[in-house]
């Protein structure tokens, strides 16, 4: 049986109420890009591409015959789908004109037009919502952490009667274990990733740039990849290792070292995956950087497995990488969830400092990356799926420091 995107809300769901019933809270509200979509199931074009904040809400309740309330201006809400699963949509004005002149939706704005979006207006909405739910008191999770400071005292001055409390943990709970329709996503945007590097390098000779591969990554990906989009491609070739927005136009040199980390798009979900190649021959120093990288990479897959706290895989891979040949490699981190996050890296993270364990349904990115001056970028990353006895490698490529 195929399981769909109503299947995965469902579940979404039902694990969310779980949550609110253990830590008593009445309401989450998810304002920002990812949750709002994780909640309700509907992308925002305001928030995702014009990068806005503070302009829609998703309200779930933890009694279960409550929908899922989505809050939003009248001009984005037309596009959202009348099949969307359990939402109830309420919307307030923007500065956009929305006619109706054959009486499809029976309501005409007749009021002054405001000229930006009206936060409060917004908040005053919730407040009517939550009220005709019951909630006029007791705890709501709200995502207080990723809120500008005049939207948390606008949200105050709505609801006074109410508790607010720090929805991120309980996201990040959320979040970290995926549905079978979210790992589907996921495993196609690692799938496509792959692609793109493995056209990519074909064309990739002395003399190639950074600019001039990043640009065929992602020609790559519009014709071989189904025309997925990248998330993120930060490609280095040679010693300068550090992130570019506009890339590098120095030619590659034999020797250079060409580091892909690259994430791309599917349905809101991202890859995070890496590979690192060389033009011709690795240098001695090289080998033994990529060597040791290699060796904790390696114990990391060994290690996956529900139940295993990530500390003690972090801690063990270092042990690996330093013995092999990295004596003073030094990192904050060896991986992280992987999912809706536009910055690629979300919670949990496999450091000396996370208590949590892995757990079946996890989709991890496991990374071991050195950046060096006089080297460059050398890193080795691949997105793994926790199952009920171990883990399954999403990627395909080779691990293996390869010669172009």
Excluded at 120 to 131: I, K, T
């Amino acid at each position: 049986m195929v399981y769909d995107k109503k299947k995965h809300l469902k579940n979404v769901a039902e694990r969310a109420r779980m949550i609110m019933e253990r830590e008593n809270i009445e309401a989450i509200v998810a304002s920002s890009c990812e949750n709002f979509y994780y909640l309700s199931g509907h992308p925002s074009t305001f928030m995702y591409t014009l990068r806005m904040s503070e302009v829609a809400l998703a309200v779930m309740f933890r009694d279960p015959s409550r929908s899922t309330v989505i809050i939003m201006n009248e001009f984005e809400a037309a596009g959202i789908s009348a099949d969307l699963p359990g939402c109830e949509l309420r919307t307030y004005p923007t500065w956009v004109d929305v006619d109706d002149p054959f009486g499809l939706r029976g309501a005409r704005y007749e009021g002054k037009r405001p000229d930006k979006h009206q936060i409060h207006e917004m908040f005053g909405l919730l407040s009517e919502v939550l009220a005709e739910h019951g909630i006029t008191s007791g705890k709501v999770a709200v995502e207080l952490s990723s809120m500008r400071c005049p939207a948390v005292n606008a949200l105050r001055e709505a609801v006074p009667g109410l508790e607010l409390t720090e929805a991120g943990l309980v996201l990040t709970e959320l979040r970290a274990r995926k549905t079978p329709w979210e790992i589907d996503q996921l495993r196609q945007s690692c799938a496509f990733a792959e692609i793109g590097i493995a056209e990519t390098i074909k064309g990739i000779r002395t003399g190639s740039s950074a600019a001039e591969i990043a640009d065929a990554f992602r020609l790559a990906l519009l014709t071989h990849a189904d025309g997925a989009p990248s998330r993120f491609h930060m490609i280095s070739v040679g010693g300068n290792f550090a992130p570019a927005h506009i890339f590098d136009t120095r030619p590659g040199e034999p020797g250079d070292l060409i580091k892909f980390d690259v994430g791309v798009d599917v349905a809101g979900y991202g890859s995070d995956i890496a590979r690192t190649f060389v033009l011709g021959s690795p240098s001695d120093t090289v080998k033994r950087i990529y060597g040791a990288l290699r060796a904790g990479h390696d114990r990391l897959l060994e290690l996956i497995e529900p139940g295993q706290p990530m500390k003690r895989a972090f801690d063990e891979a270092m042990h690996v990488i330093r013995s092999s040949g990295l004596p003073n490699y030094n990192r904050g981190h060896l991986g992280h969830s992987a999912g809706l996050s536009l910055a690629a890296e979300e919670a949990p993270f496999l450091s000396p400092s996370e208590e949590g364990v892995f757990h079946p349904g996890m989709v991890i990115c496991l990374e071991t990356p050195y950046y060096g001056y006089g080297i460059g970028a050398i890193m080795i990353e691949d997105m793994v799926l926790v199952t009920d006895n171990g883990c399954e490698r999403l990627n395909k490529l080779s691990r293996d420091l390869i010669s172009l």
